[in-house]
């Protein structure tokens, strides 16, 4: 971590590429590397990953990186979007305004989306989850934060939008079953 430069780096999406990982580690010629001493890997919500890490590397404190999560939190919010958009005519061309950062939209862009989530009863329960998220990233207390995390995955389900109902039963998949610990 302090030189910032590559290990290893190998292709594939399965559980067999953390596998391909530790064999490169522990063959190391002029220092192997044990599965245990690997403290933390950060990684996509995978299952592919998280059952390959469990595997190989069953000490590491998984990280979920915030740029997958939120990419995630964004498709379902997108998908919602095109949903309702084929119903109603007000939403075309507003796919930024409802996955930009507040304080990115001009005042004009801000009233059509507040129009639109006001109008649009479901779109704005699902933003509203989108922003309630964010709170998230600024918890310091482990336990605080997978407190909020499970209360706020139960909002989601019980809001019942299909998007959203999908990408919280991927978080509580990935935080239930993480090994070693938890961490975004």
């Given at each position: 971590?302090e030189?910032?430069r590559?290990v ?6 399965g559980?067999?590429?953390l ?5 490169y580690?522990?063959g ?17 919500l995978?299952?592919?990953f ?8 069953p ?5 979920f990186?915030?740029?997958?999560v939120?990419a995630l939190?964004n498709?379902?919010?997108d998908?919602l979007r095109?949903?309702?958009?084929k119903?109603?005519?007000m939403?075309?061309?507003?796919k ?8 990115n939209p ?11 989530l ?5 779109l704005?329960e699902a933003?509203?989850?989108?922003i309630l998220?964010d ?5 310091d207390?482990p ?7 499970a ?11 299909g ?5 919280a039963k991927?978080?509580?998949s990935g935080?239930?079953t993480a090994s ?5």
């Open positions: 971590m030189e910032k590559v290893h780096a190998t292709e594939g999406k559980a067999d590429t596998t391909a990982i530790a064999n580690l522990k190391k010629e002029d220092k192997g590397t044990p599965p245990e001493q690997i403290g933390q890997i950060c990684i996509d995978s299952p592919a998280i059952s390959g890490i469990g595997k190989e590397f000490e590491a404190h998984i990280v990186d915030r740029f997958h939120k939190l498709k379902a919010m998908d095109k949903k309702e958009r119903e109603h005519l939403l075309k061309g507003q930024y305004l409802f996955l930009k950062a507040e304080e001009n005042a004009y862009q801000l009233a059509l989306r507040d129009l639109s006001e109008a649009l009863p479901t704005g933003y509203r989850l989108k998220f709170d998230f990233w600024s918890m207390d336990q605080t934060a997978q407190g909020f995390l209360y706020w995955c139960d909002l989601a389900i019980e809001a019942g939008i998007s959203f109902v999908k990408f991927t978080v509580a935080v239930c070693g610990g938890l961490a975004f």
